[in-house]
């Protein structure tokens, strides 16, 4: 069920496809969800995008996904990927500012 959630969802993958690293290549898409949660959330290859630090991104978007999915449930409120990514990329570049001055 997390698996899609996070990644596997039709609406979700939209999201993921418009900010993955071409560096990640295939394996984003075929690793397990605990794999894939930690390959992710560690950034040992020092990925950034736009500015943002893989990891900060990734976590924004996971948390994102994972609580708009329960607005549309529950009151058919939904985003378009681009909104969600555009939001959330914003949101990760104060996050990586602010850690980096403190």
């Known amino acids: 069920m997390v698996a899609h959630v996070l990644r596997d969802f039709l609406a979700t993958r939209s999201v993921w ?8 290549g295939d394996g984003f898409w075929s690793v397990s969800i605990d794999l894939w949660l930690v ?39 939904s985003h378009s990927a681009a909104y969600v990514v555009a939001n959330r990329l914003s949101w990760a570049k104060v996050i990586s500012d602010v850690s980096t001055v403190v």
């Not at 496809?17 to 990640?24: D, N, R, T």
């Not at 390959?39 to 943002?52: H, I, Q, R, S, T």
């Open 39 to 77: 390959e992710n959330l560690c950034n040992c290859k020092d990925v950034l995008v736009e500015g943002v630090r893989w990891e900060v991104l990734f976590g924004a978007l996971a948390w994102w996904i994972g609580m708009t999915r329960n607005q549309f449930i529950f009151s058919q409120d």
């Open 17 to 24: 496809q418009l900010v993955i690293p071409w560096s990640m």
